[in-house]
């Protein structure tokens, strides 16, 4: 009996052992076949979160940022024990005892998964799993993925610690909202940083991993409320907070920027503008788009926070008030259906219409509720009971062609401003505007070291991202004859040579082309100081023909207003298309004394470790370095290391010629600054594009007005009447910032006072209106009474304007107008530059 007893035991123990020695065997089996070819569990030490590029002004404030997830890096150092502690409570009470998983919490899930027969199926991952699932496997529910997780969880605890695992979970956990990390999430969700979080606000952060979709603070409130409870609870069962102030924080109220109980941090941000939007573009080609978006970079912007704003309302004042001339109302071309218009509040901020404007105030949409003979009735984006009737009076639109009734329908979307007195701001009507059809560009830098401090690429950057600053190609017309002059100048000429100002025609492959000055008239012989001030068109195709069109274009490319310009003559005049962009630093190496001028709209980027990856001033300072101090009023010697691209001579004395623009030429009537200005305008054919860029002695500032589809801007539209005043308007007040002076006049010349009608040499003590004095090189002896006309040198008794148009005839006009040309040249007649 006893044997039999034994032996019976001895069965079950035998088979016991068996079982266990199997189950083990393929558990083993198992874990050895799924722990093949596992995902390297070392390259999270190495983690780089994808995180967000934020871009700083000058003065350290945020200005725009860049992200595809929107994460804020936090060390695990950095992160408060309050934060942490509320998510292992949330999500893992064992995490820092167990050694990966919680084979007592997959017990738990697996039990509750047979009893309910697979209706409650929840997840019993420990952070450490949750890491590895987020980071190196995929997120489905497979049995196979569960045992792949404890491998590799097992794996990582041995090689991380507890601390590093858990800055891992706490900044890839996505919270909602876009927020990727507990750093983001507490900012979009209190706009505070983690550190300022009370109890409640950390366990509402903890509460949301689980799903954050259901636990949404304004849809989901009851569900989230009772979520954030009940982490509040495992907090103070886990020794983290003592029972009073569990107490006093679950009877806290859910509050969140969501429900609007705090301003969202996206209200200290700037609406996004042309200059952070072009540093966007320009970085990402630089870096990669992917790594710009990823990356984390600091980026130090040029931008002048002051002069922004001045560039943007002198760009939108000048659109607005060509806009208004042509009397056409053409408004938002969006407009609410009848069936909506009673719930017009709620369907209203929806409409997608600018709404980035400050112009005199800013724009507000509106949609229009009633039209009436003298008044317009709307209804107000944002009005609030307190303000003024919307209404608008027919006196609103005495600019536009046509009443109310003409123009206006109801439901139409619109835009509104408050009109206010000038003297004490008090409201006077509200008063209808529209976004301009011509569009412009504005760009202002620093001529030492090309330092943007101002760009404004449209009307709004809203209503069209395309920045007509840096990415529109149009005619720069006369603003490039600099280039045609500066050529001449080295090339042996001086502003005091006389060019034959008289007719040409050339033989074209389209025809014959018969180039003209703007006033239809010639002027014979001209110094070329007068021939810049006045913007004459055949003087300059004669000195381009002269001087070489290859010796232009290596000019112009030299100055980087073309990579590769063609040498046809008529681009001389500026037919080849380029940007404003290149053209304002191209005239800022014209004000620095010709040294090359790279433009940037940024300082310096950092990488997400504070690293420089670029710094645009590479210029030295070796006091910075030798010396302990500097004695009392002396600064650091700054040594540059700018290639010089024009001689300084040159560049002075095409300076001083465009200094004559603004005192006496095309620019005269709308550029007048308290600091010595030159510069040039530009008008292309049918006055498509207009233009004007200048320089003080220290700020180069451009701006061009066109449509985005080139036609005529009408009868009139030039660069000196309409971009002009742009210039001045942005300049009077950088002038009061930055100041200006004198521009310096480099060694090695000497100045001779001459007639700048004639060019003929006057005495040292000649005065009057005609008198200029020129600068002329050392060694250099000008030679007085020869004119130059296509090569060939010509007496000083050349016939006058009145005795060349006596031989010329009168023909019709591109335009329909009539106008006197010359006959073709001959052999002892005016020359026409070689070309006939």
Known sequence: MLRFILSFFGGIFTTLTMGIAMVALSVGAVFWMYGRDLPSHESLAQYQPATISRIYSGEGRIIDEFAQERRLFAPADTIPPMIKQAFISAEDKNFYTHEGYDLRGIGAAAYDAVRTRGADVRGASTITQQVMKNFLLSGDRQAERKIKEIILAARVEGALSKEKILELYLNEIFLGQNSYGVAAASQTYFNKNLNELAPHEAAFLASLPKAPSDYHPVRRKDRLMARRNFVLKEMMENGYLDEVTYEEERN??????????????????????????????????????????????????????????????????????????????????????????????????????????????????????????????????????????PIVPREDIKWVKGSFVDNFEVGDVVHVRAMTADSDRSFIRWTLRQVPEAQGGFVAMDVDTGRVIAMQGGFSYQHSVFNRATQAKRQPGSSFKPFVYAAALDSGYTPATIVVDAPIEINTPQGLWRPRNSSNQFYGPTPLRTGIERSRNLMTIRLAEEVGMETVASYAERFGVYDNMSPFLANSLGSEETTLYQMVSAYAMFANGGERVQPTLVDRVQDRYGRTVYRHDERTCNDCTQLASLDAGLGPRIVSNRAQIMDPITAYQLTSMMEGVVQRGTASRSVNLPVPIAGKTGTTNDAKDVWFIGFSSNIAAGCYIGYDQPRSLGRGASGGGMCGPVFQAFMSEAIKKYGGGAFDVPPGGYFIKIDRFTGARLSDDASGPNVVAEYFREGEDPIFGLAFDGGFAMGADLPLFEEAAAGGRQVTTSTGRKAVVGPKASFGSLSSGGLY
């Open 252 to 389: 806290m109220p859910l509050r969140s920027v969501q429900n609007g109980d705090f301003d969202s941090f996206k209200g200290d941000l700037p609406p996004r503008d042309y200059f952070t939007d072009e540093i966007r573009r320009q970085l990402s080609q630089d870096f990669g788009e992917g790594e710009f978006f990823t990356g984390g970079y600091t980026v130090r912007a040029t931008i002048d926070a002051e002069m922004q704003p001045v560039a943007a309302r002198a760009l939108r004042q000048q659109l607005e008030a060509y806009d208004r001339g042509r009397g056409t109302w053409r408004g938002t071309g969006k407009k609410i259906e009848a069936d909506q218009l009673e719930n017009w509040a709620e369907v209203l901020p929806g409409i997608k219409v600018a709404r980035d404007i400050d112009q005199d105030g800013v724009w507000r949409p509106a949609v229009v509720l009633e039209v009436g003979d003298q008044t317009l009735r709307l209804g107000i984006e944002g009005w609030v009971e307190g303000e003024p009737e």
